[in-house]
């Protein structure tokens, strides 16, 4: 019962959320992927919420680490529940001051989401990432790079993933990415 309504209770402000998502959005760039032999080419976007504009793909510093989220959709006009989801981790040097050494990720993480955060999707296992450009210096930087890794499909968010569905995945990036404040 409590996780059928924490299910429910998150739908819901996911629901609220993207409601509020105007039809229209820009551009910051693309993400390209193959997946089981179909060629995939979705976007990142600027929108508003409420007033305030919004990137899906953004840059977090925190006092220990640096992080990359990237949520790429594959309509280029509007975000939609439907999205690849790329987190990157970059450790902060205790004893040197100034930004992590963006080329070396300490962690990276591939979900392609095919219903929002609560339903069924393709969990990304083994992922590599390789930074081939970056400058994010300043409020708007930008990135290009690959990915490769093994998706494997849970058909519940919080199930485990069915062994027998794991293909391989691979693709670029290249996007502005926002500082978020």
Known sequence: MKHALSRLLLASALGAGF???PAWSEELGQVRFTF???EH???????????????SAQLSSR????????DAFPDPG????ERLSLTWIYPRSITQ???????????FDIVWNLEGGIGPHWIGRDA????????L???AGHLTGTFTAEFCYSAEFYGNPDESTCQPVSGSVDTAIIRRE
């Open 128 to 135: 590599k990432l390789d930074i081939s450009t970056v400058d």
């Open 41 to 55: 080419t979705w976007f990142t976007l600027t929108h508003e919420v409420r007033g305030k504009s919004r990137p």
């Open 63 to 70: 006092s220990i680490t640096d992080s990359i989220d990237i």
């Open 78 to 81: 509007a975000a939609t529940l």
């Open 137 to 139: 210096e300043g409020d």
């Open 97 to 107: 001051p100034g930004p992590p050494d963006y080329t070396r990720a300490m962690r």
């Open 36 to 38: 089981d032999g179909v």
């Open 19 to 21: 409601c509020a998502l």
